[in-house]
């Protein structure tokens, strides 16, 4: 290979500016803070969430506990707080094993995992309606790293 020449170097430098205006910025998805028991639940559940998630490829996200996909993203969090709107009788729907706690959001909606030992969230934007069905590309990876302690009923 050729030595590069003072000639090469400038457009090399502009292929390479040209390639990063390309790609998007990483998505700041709120970062949750798990202790440290949610976290070993965390790491390797995050491991093996999809890399397309209905087709929408993995973008980088500002948090080790978060993942995006797609614009607008689909963002998940895991080790997140229990939603405050979240009670005992809360309304849960079941898709593929993991049970699910919904709430309406601005474009969107949020879906939280429950009756685990992580809570993991799942933000939808309306753009991908029906929000729910993207939710069946997490079950695998929730049902093998976080067992269900109490289902949804």
């Known amino acids: 290979m050729p030595p590069l020449t003072?000639?090469?170097?400038?457009?090399?430098?502009?292929?390479?500016v040209l390639l990063s205006a390309c790609t998007p910025a990483a998505v700041d998805v709120t970062a949750p803070s798990p202790d440290s028991a949610t976290a070993a639940i965390c790491g390797p559940l995050l491991a093996e969430v999809p890399r397309t998630v209905t087709d929408l490829p993995?973008?980088?996200?500002t948090s080790e506990w978060t993942r995006a996909w797609g614009d607008p993203p689909v963002a998940l969090?895991?080790?997140?707080?229990?939603?405050?709107a979240m009670q005992q009788d809360s309304?849960?729907?079941?898709?593929?094993?993991?049970?699910?706690?919904?709430?309406?959001?601005?474009?969107g909606y949020v879906f939280t995992t429950l009756g685990r030992a992580a809570y993991v969230q799942v933000n939808v934007p309306a753009q991908?309606?029906?929000?729910a069905n993207v939710l069946t590309e997490f079950s695998a990876a929730i049902n093998a790293h976080d067992p269900v302690q109490q289902p949804c009923v």
């Open 77 to 84: 969090a895991c080790g997140v707080a229990k939603p405050a």
């Open 91 to 107: 309304q849960c729907f079941e898709v593929n094993g993991v049970g699910w706690f919904a709430e309406p959001a601005t474009g």
């Open 6 to 16: 003072r000639r090469a170097v400038p457009g090399a430098l502009a292929a390479l």
């Open 128 to 131: 991908y309606s029906p929000e």
């Open 58 to 61: 993995q973008r980088t996200t």
